[in-house]
């Protein structure tokens, strides 16, 4: 348990002075960082050698927390996140209080409610989203285990989570996009 401790003392102090993490969520290996904070997302989007314009996942740890970072969160998207059966990330119109470079070219924002126990917990107790990318190059395979990543996201990450490094990653979450308009629309199954 005390792994546990230092490990969350580590990262959160990370994240607070706009470093970037390489941590276990409840998917993939993830690279996170304070997604208020544009520096450290711009950070995020060299290591990984991604555009901008292809916006990242946010990690929050409940409802209230999603609903402090969306104007305006669609009923059904409770219901969607309630009885998915797998890790389930949403896209919302509207996303508020976040870094700029974070919203995406059609002012929505990629969210999802962790569930597993410490990327939840490093979200709730930093009290806002985490950015939450696979642990890898733009465009090269997703890692399937902490063995599987490159040793250029290692080197270029700020502090490299000590837990779950046996664990095998589970598929990347399942992605819906919520238009305010009511439409639903499955990018990723």
């Not at 409940?62 to 797998?86: G, S, T, W």
């Not at 929505?108 to 930093?126: M, Q, Y």
């Not at 806002?128 to 190059?137: D, E, L």
């Not at 090269?140 to 490159?150: H, L, M, N, V």
Request: with cysteine; charged share 30%.
């Amino acid at each position: 348990m005390e792994d546990i401790k230092t490990e969350m003392q580590n990262a959160l102090a990370t994240l607070k002075r706009g470093g970037i993490i390489l941590y276990p969520t409840d998917t993939v290996w993830g690279i996170g960082c304070d997604a208020t904070n544009a520096e450290a997302v711009e950070k995020v989007y060299a290591l990984k050698k991604r555009k901008e314009s292809q916006a990242l996942i946010c990690l929050v740890s409940d409802y209230k927390m999603l609903n402090q970072f969306v104007e305006d969160v669609p009923e059904v998207a409770y219901d969607i996140l309630k009885f998915a059966r797998k890790p389930t990330t949403i896209i919302y119109d509207d996303p508020i209080r976040v870094a700029e470079n974070l919203i995406a070219d059609d002012n929505s924002l990629a969210i999802r409610v962790s569930k597993d126990k410490f990327s939840n917990d490093l979200a709730k107790r930093f009290r806002k989203p985490i950015v939450s990318t696979s642990a890898n190059i733009s465009g090269k395979k997703t890692p399937g285990s902490f063995a599987e990543i490159s040793p250029e996201i290692l080197e270029g990450v700020d502090y490299v989570v000590n837990l779950q490094k046996n664990k095998k990653s589970a598929n990347p979450s399942a992605i819906i996009k919520l238009s305010n308009d009511g439409k639903v629309k499955v990018i990723r199954k």
